[in-house]
């Protein structure tokens, strides 16, 4: 058997274009042809190893390595996981071609052991693979969803000291905790001394989107910022009387233009139907 072990690696050394090829036509799910060869000698090394233990580390470094290539490349993970299963397929049937052409004297237990060491071989490396591919899809997703939190809070300063955070769309406790954190970093980094926060672009006001409001209130009280809520609506203006919150201690206005212009900044139609600020 050891002999045949040898002689069916070097077999699948020696069809490996052959193998590439075949890859790369039946299927997109895959690495590049350049990366597609230390795959097949890895398997080809656990496929027919005598202690394919000391081999695994080379196999699920391609594994690895393929996920990270997918995952950059966004291919969806189930078209992947086609494209290793088609290379499963392609193993078995060049074994067989193996014990029929090359080592005639293989018997039916022989193909059976390599077929059972083949899809052991490739389950572990889908698992890899889907592991590998699961940790850094979800790492882009993180980043991604802080960038989005970032840009749905943008504090825009309008002057060496004072800033405005316009708020668009609804709130739920997971945008507010990232509204919080990102425009109080950036208040701090700019150094305001002023920050309007205009709220005309929320479409639903209630206890807890005014629980948050109050919570960067007294962020920015803390952190010495004064700050002024403008555009509260008056069906949510209804809301808060009825909630029986008490905005007394609160500055607030109408308008963002309103309370903008109350700190001497003036708004100014261009000749192309643009406004600017100026104060």
């Known amino acids: 058997m050891k002999n045949k072990h040898s002689a069916l690696y070097h ?13 790369l036509s039946k299927t997109s799910g895959i690495p590049s042809a350049d990366k597609a060869k230390p795959y097949i000698r890895a398997v080809a090394h656990l496929l027919t190893a005598h202690q394919p233990e000391k081999e695994w580390e080379e196999a699920l470094d391609c594994a690895r390595e393929m ?14 996981i086609n494209g290793i299963n088609v290379f499963r397929r ?13 080592a005639p004297e293989s018997s039916k237990s022989d193909v059976l052991e390599w077929s059972r060491r083949l899809n052991l071989i490739m389950d572990e490396i889908i698992g890899q693979f889907m592991t590998e591919y699961d940790l850094l899809t979800m790492s882009q997703l993180k980043t991604q969803n802080e960038m989005i939190h970032e840009l749905s809070a ?18 739920d406790t997971h945008r507010a905790k990232g509204i919080l954190e990102s425009a109080l970093e950036r208040c701090a980094g700019l150094r305001l001394s002023h920050l309007f926060i205009d709220i005309s672009g929320v479409p639903i006001i209630d206890t807890m989107v005014v629980y948050q409001l109050f919570r960067i209130l007294d962020t920015t ?9 403008s555009g509260i609506r008056p069906e949510m203006a209804q809301t808060v009387v009825k909630l029986g919150i008490d905005f007394s ?31």
């Open 249 to 279: 201690n609160v500055k607030t206005e109408q308008n963002l233009a309103k309370a903008l212009s109350k700190k001497g900044f003036r708004i100014l139609e261009e000749g192309d139907g643009t406004y600017k600020n100026t104060v």
């Open 221 to 229: 009280k803390l952190l010495g910022i004064e700050a002024t809520i």
């Open 90 to 102: 392609i193993i078995i049937d060049e074994i067989g071609m193996f014990s029929h052409e090359e």
């Open 67 to 80: 996920a990270r290539d997918r995952a950059a490349s966004q291919v969806p993970i189930y078209e992947s």
């Open 154 to 171: 943008p504090v825009i300063p309008i002057s060496s000291h004072i800033g405005v955070l316009p708020i668009i769309g609804e709130i």
């Open 11 to 23: 077999y699948l050394i020696k069809r490996s274009d052959n193998i590439t090829n075949q890859w």
